[in-house]
């Protein structure tokens, strides 16, 4: 899917926006992509030398493809994070890796949307997120 659908989904820009592309989309589940360059800027100094992505982008690439299933349903809104469950890192994620985020709702209760996600590398997990967003008039 294009850059299109993902800029009417969800309010990030580069380059704050970790997602480039939605690969699957099916009921509660959405799949999405990114494929890092290697340029980019928190690369350069986390860690000179050693550069791997730091857990908090990974998180928020997972925040934001479960965003982008919110935005897919009518009556718009904005997504925001209420609640990180758990997080398990299992592996670094380095310069020109393809990220993909695998994100499925788990249960939604009024305006609350329990997610659990993965990001996988080579179609190994490497990371491990419980979340819960609420949907908030943008």
Known sequence: MSMDII??????RP???FVDKIIEQEGNKIITGLTLTGDEDFFKGHF?????????LIQE???????????SEA????????????????S?????????MEVELIEKLANAYMFLGKTKVLGKTVAQVEFTCAKIEG
């Open 7 to 12: 800029y009417s989904r969800i309010p990030q």
């Open 15 to 17: 380059p704050f926006l």
């Open 48 to 56: 000179p030398g050693n550069p791997v992505m730091p857990g908090v």
């Open 61 to 71: 690439a997972l925040f934001q493809s479960g965003a982008l299933l919110m935005g």
């Open 75 to 90: 009556g718009g809104g904005l997504g925001v994070v209420t609640k990180v469950s758990s997080a398990r890192f299992k």
């Open 92 to 100: 670094m994620i380095r310069p020109k890796d393809e990220m993909v």
